[in-house]
């Protein structure tokens, strides 16, 4: 049925006043209070497959408005280990809190890995216990990449896939990095790209589109001769959770007025169930491959 023109009008000041009444019931002052909540312990690392030196950093919770860096702690004992072998942490001695490998340290498909943490974070004279297990996926098999212009827009150069996904799992996870000139170029949590292959379950990954590259971008625009990398992580599905809720946190909520956040689950543990400390951050194992191409 069509509306005359006088409905339309009434319509359209009842509209006005109905929107002028929701936006005066929120102007009503509300009084929150930002008191900073007690300090807790954070734990943050992984070990991969990579013959490098791995980390896993020890911090203090700093305040929400806080500007400065959260406060390493030192004088742990830091150890990861299999049913064959335990692989010694050493702290950094320029940076407080920071737990490394040697440089020829290394992780193995397949087998699962335990962190151990000891620390006396409430400096009561007696050192705490902390645990986080995790297993190893095995790898994808990494062929190659291409490159091509999207179809889409104008401005952005596709990065093709060629490779084989693993097949461990009925549903596995995945990050993906992307490296112009060995310089990574989503560094940062929000830009993570994980996703797991619901789409590509074992199958062959014939040129799938994995990545934009976007030439307005002086980071991620290519020229002739620039080698452009990819890594593709196998990661735990455990992992993937976190990491995705801790981009859901980092990037805010949407809707604007959606529910409140709620803290990223860990699989950090305490040892001994009287230890009152609160405890957040994960402890991660994965495998990778990267496959490189230069522009043409």
């Known amino acids: 049925m069509l509306m005359s023109v006088s409905g339309k009008i009434i319509f359209l000041l009842f509209t006005f006043h109905f929107s002028l009444l929701l936006l005066s019931s929120c102007s009503e002052r ?13 734990i943050y690392g992984y070990i991969t497959t990579d013959t490098t030196q791995h980390s896993i950093r020890i911090t203090r919770s700093a305040g929400y408005f806080s500007t400065a860096r959260p406060a390493g702690i030192s004088n742990a004992i830091v150890t990861v280990s299999t049913d064959d072998n335990t692989i010694a942490f050493a702290e ?19 087998k699962t890995y335990t962190l151990n943490i000891s620390l006396d ?9 902390y ?3 995790s297993y190893l996926p095995f790898s994808t098999k990494v062929d190659s990449i291409g490159f091509q212009p999207s179809k889409a827009f104008d401005n952005l150069i596709e990065v093709l896939l060629y490779g084989e996904t693993t097949r461990e799992f009925d549903e596995n996870y995945y990050s993906l990095h992307v490296y112009k000139n060995n310089i990574v170029i989503n560094d940062s949590l929000v830009n993570y790209s994980v996703f797991n292959d619901q789409f ?9 589109p994995c990545f934009y590259l976007d030439q307005d971008n002086e980071k991620e625009k290519i020229h002739k001769g620039d080698t452009i990398t990819l890594r593709l992580d196998v990661l735990t599905k455990e992992y993937a959770i976190f990491l995705d809720d801790a981009q859901s946190e980092v990037r805010g909520s949407i809707p604007f007025f959606s529910g ?13 169930t009287s230890n009152k400390t609160p405890v957040v951050g994960f402890f ?9 191409r230069i522009v043409e």
């Open 260 to 272: 409140p956040p709620a803290n990223v689950d860990t699989n950090i543990r305490k040892i001994d």
């Open 284 to 292: 991660s194992a994965f495998s990778g491959q990267k496959t490189s």
């Open 200 to 208: 590509v379950d074992k199958t062959y990954m014939n040129g799938i």
């Open 30 to 42: 509300i009084d929150i209070h930002t008191d900073d909540a007690s300090e807790c312990l954070v």
């Open 121 to 129: 974070f409430d400096n009561d004279g007696k050192p705490e216990q």
């Open 131 to 133: 645990q986080a297990t």
């Open 92 to 110: 950094s001695k320029s940076e407080p809190g920071l737990y490394q490998t040697g440089a020829s340290a290394f992780a193995v498909e397949g």
